[in-house]
């Protein structure tokens, strides 16, 4: 994506009471970006949530929830929390704009508007909202196999770990280790091994791929996947199904002592979470189950019942 892209192509939430002022942002915005509006606050957190708009133009005097209290909503949801809000508003005091940046919006323009600042605006913070967004790409995906990192997986566990205790559900996890991997590497080649790396992550993908599930890299041949709301029972199809997608890829491995082809050994957790658990017992109970897979001769999963 070129620095041009960077600042065109938005989905953008103009929210105002006034049809007026939607219909001209909407004209001023149209040729260049995907435009939604909201005539309340409460719509534009709605909105927010299902559309998940790239910024936000909010109005900041609105009957019902105003500007303010639109923003504060905004930044006190996960969600939500990262989407620029740029106040578009009559009052033209400077604490109203001290005001508007201290609820959190990223910048401030005055009404009556002139249409080429307004373009100019979104453009800029459209531009660093998508920079912002691949940073934090960068900073939660491991780079070679383009699966999550181990910061991720842990912020991902946390969130999931609460989410859990409070719908009382269990979760797993399948913690997975390449077998002689440092075979592989002293055979084929560093190189060779790093592909094989990702094809055994694109392979294990394929095995928890539904929308709260998450493998990520947890160490350098170590792979660990997330289940939330997932028993051991789930956990289990999962594994047996990993062992056939990584047979599946018939990646020779002439140097392991178990097989021809690459294999892997998985320990395989779950638990039902609460408050007096913390998630890291989780993590060594499938640690410790990945040991016994190894011990008792790899190319396979141990699992136990709960934590
Ligand atoms: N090619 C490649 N190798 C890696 C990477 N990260 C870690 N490794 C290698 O993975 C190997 C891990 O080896 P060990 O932990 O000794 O275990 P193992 O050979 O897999 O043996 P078992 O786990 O007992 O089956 C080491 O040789 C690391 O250098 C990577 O990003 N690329």
Not at 41 to 46: I, V, Y
Not at 172 to 181: R, T
Request: charged fraction near 25%; glycine fraction near 6%; include cysteine.
């Amino acid at each position: 994506m070129s620095w041009t892209d960077l600042a065109m192509n938005g989905r953008i939430l103009l929210v105002d009471d006034a049809m007026e002022n939607i219909q001209i942002l909407h004209h001023a915005l149209r040729d260049e970006h995907d435009v939604l509006f909201a005539l309340s606050g409460e719509k534009a957190l709605q909105i927010a949530h299902n559309q998940m708009p790239d910024l936000i133009l909010l109005d900041a005097v609105m009957p019902g929830m105003d500007g303010y209290e639109v923003c504060a909503a905004l930044r006190g949801s996960a969600a939500v929390r990262d989407i620029p809000v740029i106040f578009v508003t009559a009052l033209t005091h400077p604490e109203d704009e001290t005001r508007a940046l201290e609820a959190g919006a990223v910048d401030f323009i005055s009404k009556p508007f002139n249409v080429a600042v307004v373009r100019a605006r979104v453009r800029t913070q459209l531009t660093v909202k998508r920079q912002a967004d691949a940073m934090r790409e960068l900073t939660l995906t491991d780079a070679l196999t383009g699966v999550a990192n181990r910061r991720s997986f842990n912020e991902a566990m946390d969130n999931e770990w609460r989410r859990c205790t409070r719908s009382e559900t269990p979760m797993a996890v399948i913690m997975i280790d390449i077998d002689h991997f440092k075979n592989y590497n002293d055979a084929y080649g560093h190189q060779a091994g790093d592909l094989c790396l990702q094809q055994v992550s694109a392979a294990m993908k394929r095995c928890a791929g539904r929308p709260p599930d998450m493998l990520a890299r947890y160490g350098g041949e170590e792979f660990i996947i997330l289940l939330p709301q997932v028993g051991g029972d789930g956990a289990e199809v999962v594994a047996k199904r990993i062992l056939e997608e990584v047979a599946a890829l018939r990646l020779p491995h002439a140097a392991s002592s178990v097989s021809d082809r690459v294999t892997v050994s998985m320990g395989v957790a779950s638990v039902q979470p609460s408050e007096d658990i913390d998630p890291s017992a989780l993590i060594r109970a499938a640690d410790a189950l990945l040991y016994r897979a190894k011990e008792t001769g790899r190319d396979r999963y141990c699992i136990s019942a709960a934590v």
